[in-house]
């Protein structure tokens, strides 16, 4: 009987930079393994405190007494907050999430997910789609970055909806080791996952000198976009927003090697395998 898989390990050989940590790491992680990668756990951002404690706590408080018909979540780091505070959510609030990485990143901690955009996976998106599904006013607890945009609670909040805007956190860079700076600069580092415009800015930041054949990888168009507006060169897209079609993405390449001298990116792409 013949028992080869030619193609059963794709990214064998491959060695993957993974931008965050946690359950969702771990996640991604695992996810990469069974492709035959070597994952290289990196966080590259993480979550402080918001300047309004009190505001954040009464919220949470309110949250696991009942008081929201639905919590809406629009990044990992915030599923990262609710899990640092054990938030509880009743079984009545239903959870929106703002793409399949987030709602993966709240299935990995043990929360549900009751809705997650069809088509266009933005605050926008989530918001159009909550609209269409809730015509009667309902009560919102919309959990955001300092820095977000005010775009969900002013379309729920136009639609009718009783929405409350809180700042769960402040979005700091994650300084990475000197060992790992050293991989991505040599090239050892073959592909960085980019999942958010968050991580994008941190990846431009902390390797200014990328090399040639290191594959940058965005998780869908909207943090493409992010990612060229930070400053670097996305060479692959998700066809879907999600950890599989990301590591899918990747594997449509063959491997690069690094060059046997350090070459800024010019642009240049490792060819997609051919199968």
Do not use: C
Not at 95 to 107: F, K, P
Not at 118 to 128: I, K, L, P, R
Request: hydrophobic share 45%; aromatic share 4%.
């Amino acid at each position: 009987m013949n028992t080869a898989h030619p193609h059963a390990k794709p990214l064998a050989g491959w060695r993957v930079l993974v931008p965050r940590g946690g359950p969702w790491g771990d996640g991604v992680a695992a996810s990469l393994r069974r492709q035959g990668a070597t994952p290289v756990i990196a966080p590259l951002i993480n979550f402080a405190p918001t300047n309004d404690q009190a505001t954040l706590d009464q919220a949470l408080a309110d949250l696991a007494a009942g008081a929201f018909d639905w919590l809406t979540v629009t990044s990992a780091t915030t599923v990262d907050v609710l899990y640092a505070y054990r938030a509880v959510v009743p079984a009545k609030t239903k959870i929106a999430a703002v793409g399949e990485t987030t709602a993966a990143a709240l299935l990995a901690v043990g929360y549900r997910v009751d809705l997650v955009p069809e088509q266009d996976n933005s605050a926008a998106g989530m918001a159009e789609q909550l609209i269409a599904l809730e015509p009667g006013a309902r009560d919102i607890l919309a959990l955001r970055s300092e820095i977000a945009k005010p775009v969900l609670t002013r379309m729920l909040s136009d639609a009718g909806h009783r929405v409350r805007s809180v700042v769960a956190y402040r979005t700091v860079g994650v300084p990475v080791t000197d060992r790992i700076a050293e991989d991505v600069r040599s090239g050892r580092i073959n592909a960085v996952l980019v999942t958010s415009g968050s991580v994008a800015e941190q990846v431009h930041l902390q390797f200014p000198e990328l090399p040639e054949t290191t594959l940058i990888a965005a998780i869908g168009p909207r943090t493409a976009k992010d990612a060229r507006r930070a400053g670097l060169s996305v060479d692959v897209i998700a066809d879907a927003q999600t950890v599989d079609a990301l590591i899918d993405a990747v594997a449509r390449f063959s491997l690069p090697h690094a060059a046997d001298e350090f070459a800024p990116r010019t642009g240049a792409l490792p060819l997609p395998r051919r199968d």
